[in-house]
């Protein structure tokens, strides 16, 4: 079950770097090894995306540019690219939550608008990466949460058609428990995932997740 689920969230990731990557115009190619974009992908966002365990790691990087900044996500920690000019960016854990009761907060709000949107990224931090087309995909929802002034203070992506995949969570708040919580509260009744590194994750488990198994962030230096 729990190599199901993160062979889950691995699709719904690569989905949503695809995603992504369209609405910079970069045309991605998905098969039942990876994801890829030939071409550097926007700021913060991997060339390719494993989703199945045991990929070749020639045949991966064969479908990139393996030049200086190309990244990979290795969603099941078992490809090793030390041998090619890359090191390890990062560790981090796939986290599922099965549908369930919504918790006691309210939900988030979704963004609408293209000045919505340009606000929400400004506090995001993401700016430019996040352009209005994103708006118009159905498998996209961008949250937001405001205080009780309507200060937008934290926000998260929704991705996918289900399970939802759960990605660019932030907020302005010091405890971003609150903020997972939310989430959940948004779409109660369907499966979420997503990763974590290991300073956020317990926020997320707090809110229900389980920890379903490591990935791996390659960086060519």
């Known amino acids: 079950m729990l ?3 993160r062979v889950a969230a691995a699709r719904n990731n690569a989905e949503w770097c695809d995603i992504v990557c369209g609405s910079h115009g970069l045309a ?4 039942a090894a990876a994801w890829s974009v030939p071409h550097r992908s926007p700021r ?9 365990p045991g990929v070749d ?5 064969a479908r990139i540019d393996v030049g200086p900044g190309a990244s990979v996500k290795d969603s099941f920690a078992d490809v090793d690219l030390s041998g090619y000019g890359f090191r390890v960016l ?16 309210p939900p988030l709000t979704p963004v609408s608008t293209p000045d919505e949107l340009a606000a929400w990224a400004a506090a995001h931090g993401g700016g430019e990466l996040f352009r209005p087309a994103l708006l118009t995909d159905p498998r996209v929802r961008i949250l937001a949460r405001h205080d009780d002034r309507g200060v937008l203070t934290g926000g998260a992506v929704l991705s996918g ?7 660019n969570l932030f907020t302005r708040t010091d405890d971003s428990r609150d903020i997972w919580r939310a989430v959940c509260a948004t779409v109660p009744n369907a499966p979420l995932v997503g990763y974590e590194t290991s300073a956020d994750l317990p926020s997320a488990l707090s809110a229900g997740f389980t920890a379903t198994g490591p990935l791996r962030v390659w960086l060519h230096a």
């Open 44 to 52: 913060w966002y991997p060339d390719a995306v494993t989703v199945r």
């Open 28 to 31: 991605g190619r998905t098969d």
């Open 3 to 5: 190599e199901d689920e």
């Open 161 to 167: 058609c289900g399970p939802y995949g759960v990605s």
């Open 90 to 105: 990062f560790d981090a854990q796939w986290i599922h939550r099965p549908a369930s009761a919504p918790p006691p907060v």
């Open 57 to 61: 790691a020639e045949a991966l990087l």
